[in-house]
């Protein structure tokens, strides 16, 4: 159906920069949304970013000026860039995208996430 590969994670000092990206790969007919969430040691798993097909995009207050959402249609590819990282970003990064394999409804799809790590 549809797989979602996340890469770009890895250890970042505070204050540095970061990109990360997920493709999307399978017998897609169209893609809907797609966004960034992610999750922390010990806490609940939460929305990053999301862009829609049309390009709106949305953030979570903690991210807003510092992260920018996109995406590349042709590409089935979604991109994060993270600037001003800090400690508190650290976690595991999981892609979502809203897809359909065929004529019908959209389903929702997760990546296996990509580790991020802001430490000196």
């Known amino acids: 159906q549809v797989q979602l590969v996340e890469s770009g994670g890895g250890l970042v000092q505070p204050g540095g920069s970061l990109r990360l990206s997920c493709a999307a790969s399978g017998s897609i007919l169209s893609i809907n949304d797609m966004g960034w969430h992610r999750q922390a040691p010990g806490k609940e798993r939460e929305m990053v970013a999301t862009?829609?097909?049309?390009?709106?995009?949305d953030y979570s207050e903690s991210v807003k000026g510092r992260f920018t959402i996109s995406r590349d249609n042709a590409k089935n590819t979604v991109y994060l860039l993270m600037n001003s990282l800090k400690p508190e970003d650290t976690a595991v990064y999981y892609c979502?995208?809203?897809?359909?394999?065929?004529?019908?409804?959209?389903?929702?799809?997760w990546g296996q996430g990509t580790q991020v790590t802001v430490s000196s």
């Open positions: 862009v829609t097909s049309g390009g709106t995009t």
């Open positions: 979502r995208a809203v897809a359909r394999v065929r004529v019908g409804r959209y389903y929702g799809y």
